[in-house]
Nanobody, 122 residues
Framework: QVQLVDSGGGLVQAGGSLRLSCAASGRTLRSYNMGWFRQAPGKEREFVAAITWNSGRTYYADSMKGRFTISRDNAKNTVYLQMNSLKPEDTAVYYC???????????????WGQGTQVTVAS
């Protein structure tokens, strides 16, 4: 069993930056690929980024490429999402997930964080 705790969200002006963290307990994340997803009010949860278990590869949704960076520190059992050049349309609750693959889908997510709210003001 893995418990994931998301943190780092908040209110930021457009063009600003935030760094989200996802801390794991109960079991090492070393066995899992990891992903970030987000969900805005009235919308489905969507893929943001993913990283392989050994940080060898990263994947991003098209709208996040060049602005967001996913990384992980397996020694700290933590995954990060650095978000730069934030836009009002990035406003959502952001969730990390432990995944079996790095595919942009929620269907192979085994564990979820509780989410952290990101609000980008225009």
């Amino acid at each position: 069993q893995v418990q994931l705790v998301d943190s780092g969200g908040g209110l930021v002006q457009a063009g600003g930056s935030l760094r989200l963290s996802c801390a794991a307990s109960g079991r090492t994340l070393r066995s899992y690929n990891m992903g970030w997803f987000r969900q805005a009010p009235g919308k489905e949860r969507e893929f943001v980024a993913a990283i392989t278990w050994n940080s060898g590869r990263t994947y991003y949704a098209d709208s996040m490429k060049g602005r967001f960076t996913i990384s992980r520190d397996n020694a700290k059992n933590t995954v990060y999402l650095q978000m730069n050049s934030l836009k009002p349309e990035d406003t959502a609750v952001y969730y990390c997930a432990a995944k079996f693959t790095v595919a942009p889908t929620t269907r192979d997510c085994n564990y979820w964080g509780q989410g952290t709210q990101v609000t980008v003001a225009s």
